[in-house]
């Protein structure tokens, strides 16, 4: 399976980033996700960190997915999402004074 980044459209409650998933066994798929403006307004999350962390989560969520349970096309990250993304990779610094 191979992950191909699109890229991305300035909407007007934010961005919406394309991947498109080629998978030799299934018909290639397209899935959209959705930051608002508020996130990056509220500097929880770097324009520059916004492709990767899409993709971190379309990968997850392929890992996951059943046929049961098939990914949406369409995903908006939500603030939880956004929160840990920002502590994993970009912690507060404490002073040392």
């Known amino acids: 399976m191979q992950i ?8 007007a409650h934010g961005r919406d980033y ?10 290639d798929r397209e899935f ?7 996130a990056f307004a509220d500097t929880r999350l770097p324009f520059q960190d916004a492709a990767a962390l899409c993709y971190q989560k379309l990968q997850n969520a ?4 059943t046929a049961e349970h ?6 908006t ?6 929160d840990a993304h920002r502590e994993a990779h970009r912690p507060v610094r404490k002073r040392s004074w």
């Open 77 to 82: 990250l939500s603030d939880q999402e956004l």
């Open 18 to 27: 394309t991947y498109r998933v080629i998978n030799k066994q299934t018909e």
């Open 4 to 11: 191909q980044y699109l890229g991305f459209q300035l909407k």
């Open 62 to 65: 392929l890992d996951l997915e």
């Open 70 to 75: 098939p990914l949406p096309h369409r995903s």
């Open 32 to 38: 959209v996700f959705s930051i608002s403006n508020r």
